[in-house]
């Protein structure tokens, strides 16, 4: 089928099922409220590219980004992560700042992270 015709099939498709359509949406937007309102909240805090050091309490995990949004994502999808509860731990002027950070949070406070968790930089 041309990409023409599916066009016109979809609009007259969704012209014949328009309460059906909506209904379903409703429904859809209802179970996946939570999961929009982080993806939400990651899409704004990563339009401002500010470093920010983020906690995962799922994993005990402490990490450093400039675009959160993106990185929940490939957690999520990379390496299987829980990213459900985040929290912004710091938002730092510059990256030497965020990393300071972070590092501390590895090093002093013991929690996980890509360069491990012990004492010592």
Same mark, same amino acid.
């Given at each position: 089928?041309?990409?023409? $015709?599916?066009?016109?099939?979809?609009?007259?498709?969704? &012209?014949?099922?328009? &309460?059906? /359509?909506?209904?379903?949406?409703?429904?859809?937007?209802?179970?996946?409220?939570?999961?929009?309102?982080?993806? @939400?909240?990651?899409?704004?805090?990563? @339009?401002?590219?500010?470093?920010?050091?983020?906690?995962?309490? =799922?994993?005990?995990?402490?990490?450093?980004? $400039?675009? #959160?949004?993106?990185? #929940?994502?490939?957690?999520?999808?990379?390496?299987?992560?829980?990213?459900?509860?985040? &929290?912004?731990?710091?938002?730092?002027? $510059?990256?030497? &700042?965020? @990393? /300071?950070?972070?590092?501390?949070?590895?090093? =002093?406070?013991?929690?996980?992270?890509?360069?491990?968790?012990?004492?010592?930089?």
């Amino acid at each position: 089928m041309a990409k023409k $015709d599916r066009s016109e099939y979809n609009k007259k498709y969704y &012209e014949a099922n328009k &309460e059906k /359509a909506a209904n379903y949406y409703r429904v859809y937007n209802k179970v996946n409220q939570e999961k929009m309102s982080l993806q @939400r909240k990651g899409y704004i805090a990563s @339009r401002k590219h500010e470093p920010v050091v983020y906690y995962l309490p =799922e994993h005990h995990y402490v990490g450093v980004t $400039d675009c #959160l949004y993106t990185r #929940l994502k490939n957690h999520r999808n990379n390496n299987n992560r829980i990213v459900k509860g985040y &929290e912004i731990i710091y938002t730092a002027k $510059d990256a030497v &700042e965020a @990393r /300071a950070v972070e590092r501390y949070m590895h090093y =002093e406070m013991g929690y996980n992270g890509k360069h491990g968790g012990t004492k010592g930089y």
